[in-house]
Each structure stands twice: as structure tokens, then as C-alpha cells.
């Protein structure tokens, strides 16, 4: 009985909503109705209680709490006006869902952006000493743009002196306005300590224009980058900048993420990345070849940026995707919710030839620290075994974190195969001969929402004799960090269950060095 009266308030709750007229206790939660059990609904990773989501924005660290906001139409499991739903975590893992933070307005519907924390009151939106939480986002005003108009998207900020719990938005909205470019959108902003100013990031069609503000409110025009680098071949989105050091030195670069869509290293959407300098104004790409680095070579990375306000005496910079690729976001298989965030990824810079820069992405230690310890899964653990075919049982739990060590076969392909009880299979080929990764999803699962889901992952990577590869394996997720996070490699699937098997074969000997697996209990439950 009580399980039906909740129900028919949810249901009476969805019908009532009305995107554009807020109610302050509209949550983008109901626990008593989800059951985070669903077909296909991530363990360990985050998703939305229900309906659609995409990008992360507003990503920021205050006051002991990780903020996650997103792009989420709180009416429908389909993209539609978008509003800003939001999360909070203590430790990157746990989540707990909050009311939706920002709704669309006359303006327009609420597209990507970010926050900051205004430690100064540079904005002036502090009051009492509360230092203020303030969001940069785009108005996508959606009459205009049916009227043919190219200026429809603008900037505009809200501010937050209860932890983000509740916002304002800024009377003089838009605080950006648009000179006439469509794709004009995404703004990251971030405290330069250069210049003193606050620096806005922009998406500008296929390019980044660089913006400068004393107070979050006035933006000045300082450069534009793009031109002749990295990939063109779709619209750029949700960029992101910032100085990071290069690991194991004092030299800091600056580095500038540019997601992309279509134009991925697998077709449609990814995020590339630039490595260079930045003096407060102008950033310079250092990188003599012009073809884009990509922070992942799966299908199912994209719009990741990073958080800001984390504490320098942390001082990491940690990073979050979103777990889906246009091609096929809208269509995947799932009812109630449709996608999920990747884990959160510390990222480092690591130098890979004379002067040369890579991005290393890898799970952070809150996830590390998450759940049990390894498991060794070699009968003699650390023993060397050359064989052709090594089979590893998995066991039970709501999530896997596998890592295997391995020497590839020389002269023909190993396959490692991860499988479940339905004989549904992820095959991940690793062929030295051509220094090559293939993912195979056609027997993952369900593949036939959409054609491109079902096409090879194909990846660069360098095969040498001692591979370490490490899987993040959940219901509807396979994340691949090669060497360490050298090489990123995230991957959705819709199988009827977890995988938990691992064969590994090929038709000539190959070593496996060590294979270890952590049993991880799920977030929600
Ligand atoms: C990226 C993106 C952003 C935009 C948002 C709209 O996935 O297209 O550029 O702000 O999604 O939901």
C-alpha cells in the first residue's frame, strides 16, 4: 500500500512538472521508486535516478563536498530543454542526488558550463562573509534559433551561498553576449593567477576564444586558438584549461581540452587535447604535430572536464566524462535513465619523447580505496606461465576491477575475452604486430539499437612485453587503462548481466605475469 501511494506521488510528480515553472523541492531523486537494479543500470558509476542526462558541468570542490552537476531533462529519457540537475559526494564514489539546480527561462534552456569559487568576492555575490558558489552556463534560446538567428546562444552566472543547495540568477543576465557565431557555447572558467583575472574558456564553432573578467560579470575578448590544430571535422564543445606539472619535475605546461562531435578517433563524438603554454592571454599549442591527441580512444568518453576549487594542498586534477557518444546516446537500450558518468580519473602529464607531453587518465584513489582488496587469480601467484589459453572465473559482486599483466603473443593475435553466463562477449585484441588494440562489441550484449554501436574499436597503442591493463568493469561499462592510464579506452555495453569471466587465448604461447580482480559492492545499494 505504502509502496503504491509513493508511486502514484512520483507519477503524479512527473505529470505536474512543468520545465520552465520551478517547484524548489523537485528532485531529480526518489529513492523509495528507484531501485538502482534495473537492466543495465551501473553499479559504480554515476548515473541520474531517472530520465535523460548528458555532459557533466559545474564541476567544483567546496566545503568538504565534490559537486556534479549535469546536463538532465528531468520530462523524458531523450535529450529536450536541458537544466542543470545536481550531486554531491565526500568521496568521488558515494552520490547524493539534490534538487535540480538550475531551470531553463526566458532566456533559453540551460546548456554545459561550470563554477568557481569566489574565495574573494571578486563577483560581489557573497553576503554575511558566505563566500559565494558561482556557475557559468549557456542560454540556448531555442525561439531564436527557429527564428533563423545565429546569435542564440549567450553566457549568463547564478550564484550560491548555501553550498550550492539553492541558486540565484543573475538579474543581468546574459553577462555574454553573442556576435553572431551559432556555436558559441560551454564556458570553463578559472582563476589565472597571472593576470589576476578570471579567464572564460569558450567554444567558438570549431575553435576556443579566450575571455577575461575581473568579476565574473564584464568579459573582455583576449585571443583565439584553433586554427590549423588538432581536429575540425565537427562542432567543438566543452573545453577546459589548465596548468598542470609535468610528473616526476618543476615544469608546469599548460594543458587545454577540446571535446569534438563528430570527429573522434572512433567516429563521432571525443575529446581531444593540446599541450602548450598559456600567459594570462594567448595559449600556444607546443606540439610541432598538428594531429590531436585524444584523452580516450574508446567510443565512450566525452564533454570531461575537470573539477575546480580542489585544495592545493591535494592538488590533483581529476576529471570526469560522459559515458556515451552522440552517435547513439539517445537510442541505448536503458528505460529508466538513460547514461552514466565514467569514474572520476586523475589526470597527469607525463613526458613520452623530447618534448613531447601525454595525458595519463586513471581511476583516482577514492576509487582505488573503494571495496576490497585484490584477489590474486593465478594459482601461483607472480608465477610465469606460458600457455595459450588462461582462464579466470571472476566470482560474484556488483562490480569488477581486473587487472591483468601480460606478454602478448609475437607473432599472432591475443585475445583477452571478458564473458557472462549468457555467453555474451567483450573481446579486447591485442595485436603486436601491428601495435594495435581491437574491441570487438558485437557479441556484448544488445548491439541493435543503432549500427554504429556495433562497428571495431580500433586503437594505436604500444605493445611491448610486459602490457599492464586494467579494466573497470560494470553492468553497462568497460573502462581500459593501459600502462597506467597511457592509454584510455572507455567503452559502453548493454549485456543481460555483468561479465565475469576472462579468457585469454591466442594461438601461440603468451605469458600472463599477474591477474587480479577487487569485488566492488554497488554505490546505491
Ligand atoms: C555537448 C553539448 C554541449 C552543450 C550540451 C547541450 O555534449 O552539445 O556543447 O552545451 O551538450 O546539452
Given at each position: 500500500m505504502?509502496?503504491?501511494?509513493?508511486?502514484?506521488?512520483?507519477?503524479?510528480?512527473?505529470?505536474?512538472?512543468?520545465c520552465?515553472?520551478?517547484s524548489?523541492?523537485?528532485?531529480?531523486?526518489?529513492k523509495?521508486?528507484?531501485?538502482?537494479s534495473?537492466?543495465?543500470?551501473?553499479?559504480?558509476?554515476?548515473?541520474?535516478?531517472?530520465?535523460?542526462?548528458?555532459?557533466?558541468?559545474g564541476?567544483?570542490?567546496?566545503?568538504?563536498e565534490?559537486?556534479?552537476f549535469?546536463?538532465?531533462y528531468?520530462?523524458?529519457t531523450?535529450?529536450?530543454p536541458?537544466?542543470?540537475?545536481?550531486?554531491?559526494s565526500?568521496?568521488?564514489?558515494?552520490?547524493?542526488?539534490?534538487?535540480?539546480a538550475?531551470?531553463?527561462?526566458s532566456?533559453?534552456?540551460i546548456f554545459s558550463?561550470?563554477?568557481?569559487?569566489?574565495?574573494?568576492?571578486?563577483?560581489?555575490?557573497?553576503?554575511?562573509?558566505?563566500?559565494?558558489l558561482?556557475?557559468?552556463?549557456t542560454?540556448?534560446?531555442?525561439?531564436?534559433e527557429?527564428?533563423?538567428?545565429n546569435d542564440?546562444?549567450?553566457?549568463?552566472?547564478?550564484?550560491?551561498?548555501?553550498?550550492?543547495?539553492?541558486?540565484?540568477?543573475?538579474?543581468?543576465?546574459?553577462?555574454?553576449?553573442?556576435p553572431?557565431?551559432r556555436?558559441?557555447?560551454?564556458?570553463?572558467?578559472?582563476?589565472n593567477?597571472?593576470s589576476?583575472?578570471?579567464?572564460?574558456?569558450?567554444?567558438?564553432?570549431d575553435?576556443i576564444t579566450?575571455?577575461?573578467?575581473?568579476?565574473?560579470?564584464n568579459?573582455?575578448?583576449?585571443s583565439?586558438?584553433g586554427?590549423g590544430?588538432?581536429g575540425?571535422s565537427?562542432?567543438?564543445e566543452?573545453?577546459d584549461?589548465f596548468?598542470?606539472?609535468?610528473?616526476g619535475?618543476?615544469?608546469?605546461?599548460?594543458?587545454?581540452?577540446?571535446?569534438i562531435?563528430?570527429?573522434?578517433p572512433?567516429?563521432?563524438?571525443?575529446?581531444?587535447?593540446?599541450v602548450?603554454?598559456?600567459?594570462?592571454?594567448?595559449?600556444?599549442?607546443?606540439?610541432k604535430?598538428?594531429?590531436?591527441?585524444?584523452?580516450?580512444?574508446?567510443k565512450?568518453?566525452?564533454?570531461?572536464?575537470?573539477?575546480?576549487?580542489?585544495?592545493?594542498?591535494?592538488?590533483r586534477?581529476?576529471?570526469?566524462?560522459?559515458?556515451?557518444?552522440?552517435?547513439?546516446?539517445?537510442?541505448?537500450?536503458?528505460?529508466a535513465?538513460r547514461?552514466?558518468?565514467t569514474?572520476?580519473?586523475e589526470?597527469?602529464?607525463?613526458q613520452v619523447a623530447?618534448?613531447?607531453?601525454?595525458i595519463?587518465?586513471?581511476?583516482?584513489?577514492?576509487?582505488?580505496?573503494?571495496?576490497?582488496?585484490?584477489?590474486d587469480?593465478?594459482?601461483?601467484?607472480?608465477?610465469?606461465?606460458?600457455?595459450?589459453?588462461?582462464?579466470?572465473?571472476l566470482?560474484?559482486?556488483?562490480?569488477?576491477?581486473?587487472?591483468?599483466?601480460?606478454?602478448?603473443?609475437?607473432?599472432?593475435?591475443?585475445?583477452?575475452?571478458?564473458?557472462?553466463?549468457?555467453n555474451?562477449?567483450?573481446?579486447?585484441?591485442?595485436?603486436?604486430?601491428?601495435?594495435?588494440?581491437?574491441?570487438n562489441?558485437?557479441?556484448?550484449?544488445?548491439?541493435?539499437?543503432?549500427?554504429?554501436f556495433?562497428?571495431?574499436?580500433l586503437?594505436?597503442?604500444?605493445l611491448?612485453?610486459?602490457?599492464?591493463?586494467?579494466?573497470?568493469?560494470?553492468q553497462?561499462?568497460?573502462?581500459m587503462?593501459?600502462?597506467?592510464?597511457l592509454?584510455?579506452i572507455?567503452?559502453?555495453?548493454f549485456?543481460?548481466?555483468?561479465?565475469?569471466?576472462?579468457?585469454i587465448?591466442?594461438?601461440?604461447?603468451?605469458?600472463?605475469f599477474?591477474?587480479?580482480?577487487?569485488k566492488?559492492?554497488?554505490?546505491?545499494h
Amino acid at each position: 500500500m505504502k509502496k503504491n501511494i509513493w508511486l502514484l506521488i512520483f507519477i503524479l510528480g512527473v505529470v505536474f512538472s512543468s520545465c520552465t515553472e520551478p517547484s524548489p523541492k523537485k528532485k531529480a531523486d526518489d529513492k523509495t521508486v528507484i531501485a538502482y537494479s534495473e537492466l543495465y543500470r551501473p553499479q559504480v558509476h554515476f548515473t541520474p535516478p531517472a530520465k535523460w542526462m548528458n555532459d557533466p558541468n559545474g564541476m567544483v570542490y567546496f566545503d568538504g563536498e565534490y559537486h556534479l552537476f549535469y546536463q538532465y531533462y528531468p520530462d523524458s529519457t531523450v535529450w529536450g530543454p536541458m537544466h542543470w540537475g545536481h550531486a554531491v559526494s565526500k568521496d568521488l564514489m558515494h552520490w547524493e542526488h539534490l534538487p535540480i539546480a538550475l531551470y531553463p527561462d526566458s532566456l533559453g534552456y540551460i546548456f554545459s558550463g561550470s563554477a568557481v569559487v569566489d574565495d574573494n568576492n571578486t563577483s560581489g555575490f557573497g553576503k554575511d562573509g558566505k563566500v559565494p558558489l558561482v556557475a557559468l552556463f549557456t542560454y540556448h534560446n531555442m525561439k531564436q534559433e527557429k527564428a533563423g538567428r545565429n546569435d542564440y546562444q549567450t553566457q549568463g552566472i547564478a550564484f550560491s551561498l548555501d553550498k550550492g543547495r539553492t541558486w540565484e540568477k543573475y538579474k543581468e543576465n546574459p553577462v555574454l553576449k553573442n556576435p553572431g557565431i551559432r556555436d558559441f557555447r560551454d564556458p570553463k572558467v578559472s582563476w589565472n593567477d597571472a593576470s589576476k583575472k578570471w579567464i572564460l574558456t569558450l567554444a567558438t564553432l570549431d575553435c576556443i576564444t579566450f575571455f577575461s573578467s575581473p568579476d565574473l560579470k564584464n568579459w573582455t575578448k583576449q585571443s583565439e586558438f584553433g586554427k590549423g590544430m588538432g581536429g575540425h571535422s565537427g562542432v567543438w564543445e566543452c573545453p577546459d584549461l589548465f596548468p598542470i606539472k609535468v610528473e616526476g619535475s618543476d615544469l608546469e605546461k599548460w594543458v587545454l581540452l577540446v571535446s569534438i562531435n563528430p570527429g573522434g578517433p572512433n567516429g563521432g563524438s571525443a575529446t581531444q587535447y593540446f599541450v602548450g603554454n598559456f600567459d594570462g592571454k594567448v595559449f600556444t599549442n607546443e606540439r610541432k604535430n598538428p594531429e590531436p591527441r585524444w584523452i580516450d580512444s574508446g567510443k565512450d568518453n566525452y564533454a570531461g572536464v575537470t573539477w575546480s576549487g580542489i585544495p592545493k594542498t591535494d592538488g590533483r586534477r581529476l576529471f570526469l566524462g560522459w559515458m556515451s557518444n552522440w552517435q547513439y546516446a539517445t537510442v541505448v537500450p536503458t528505460q529508466a535513465w538513460r547514461s552514466a558518468m565514467t569514474i572520476p580519473r586523475e589526470l597527469k602529464l607525463v613526458q613520452v619523447a623530447d618534448e613531447e607531453y601525454a595525458i595519463k587518465g586513471y581511476p583516482t584513489s577514492e576509487f582505488e580505496n573503494y571495496g576490497a582488496k585484490w584477489d590474486d587469480l593465478l594459482s601461483n601467484p607472480g608465477q610465469f606461465q606460458s600457455v595459450s589459453l588462461a582462464q579466470f572465473a571472476l566470482g560474484k559482486a556488483a562490480a569488477f576491477d581486473y587487472s591483468v599483466e601480460l606478454d602478448p603473443s609475437e607473432s599472432s593475435k591475443t585475445t583477452i575475452q571478458l564473458s557472462n553466463n549468457f555467453n555474451e562477449t567483450f573481446d579486447i585484441v591485442l595485436d603486436k604486430t601491428i601495435q594495435q588494440i581491437r574491441i570487438n562489441r558485437m557479441k556484448s550484449g544488445d548491439v541493435s539499437f543503432n549500427p554504429e554501436f556495433q562497428k571495431e574499436i580500433l586503437v594505436p597503442v604500444n605493445l611491448i612485453d610486459h602490457v599492464k591493463i586494467r579494466l573497470v568493469i560494470d553492468q553497462a561499462s568497460v573502462e581500459m587503462f593501459i600502462d597506467g592510464g597511457l592509454t584510455e579506452i572507455t567503452n559502453i555495453v548493454f549485456p543481460k548481466e555483468i561479465y565475469n569471466k576472462v579468457d585469454i587465448r591466442s594461438d601461440q604461447k603468451f605469458s600472463v605475469f599477474s591477474s587480479k580482480v577487487r569485488k566492488l559492492n554497488s554505490i546505491w545499494h
